[in-house]
């Protein structure tokens, strides 16, 4: 059987989809820096699958944005344009401003007494200063009020933005993570939520993705964004 074949058979397996996931969530994670190639030997090694494997699972990357590909030199990290980043900083404001207004409708008590439990760990993690957990956790409380929203379609665009990405990329190093209102937007999110206002938990997510696209442009020097591709891996990204 050819690697072409052996890849294309692949895409359907659960080994696949496991590698798949394991390096999606990589990169989302930091693991990566942004525009570092990444060669077949070192993740075949890093995931534990075959050649074969591994480039089914980039082909997939590459397709939804992950990942670039360069002829005969294999596969890149996603790095954006200052353009790319402000289009998709602007798009997510939309989307999940109207999920935040979905989830005030539709959000079970189960739910809500997450987001709660949740806001109440993102304060412990402020205090301690745990920014790769106070990041954890902001992507989950996210993650729930997209999905209480009950709107599919409206998840699958936002997962598409990779947002997470153009933050870690233009996020400054050298200011206060997270931001000194944000535990405060997460709250008022909630509260919206909690007592079933749509236009208030449209309005205060709204408010809140704002306030981080705000925070990144007001790090950049005057002739745009400043990319940030040191060494050391960002190990969380918060709203």
Known sequence: MSELATAAGDLSSTRTV???????????????????RLTDAELT??????????????????????LTSEPHRGVRTRIFTVEEAVEILEAREILESALAGKAAERATDEELEDLAATCEQM??????????EYSRLNRHFHKVVRDSARQPTLSGFTDQLLYA?????????????????????????????????????????????????????AASNPEGLTVVVEDTPHTGVSA
């Open 45 to 66: 090694g890093l995931l534990d699958v075959s050649r074969g494997t591994v480039r089914a699972v980039t082909a997939r990357l590459v397709s939804e944005g992950y």
């Open 123 to 132: 304060a412990t993690a402020e205090y301690d200063r745990q920014e790769a």
């Open 165 to 217: 990405l153009v933050m870690r990329q233009y996020r400054s190093l050298t200011r206060k993570h997270p931001r000194r209102d944000a535990l405060n937007e997460h709250r008022a999110i909630l509260y919206a939520l909690q007592t079933r206002n749509p236009e208030a938990a449209s309005a205060a997510m709204r408010h809140h993705v704002a306030s981080a696209r705000r925070a990144l442009l």
């Open 18 to 36: 496991q590698a798949y996931e394991d390096l999606r969530n990589l990169i989302i994670s930091g693991h990566f820096q942004p525009n570092v």
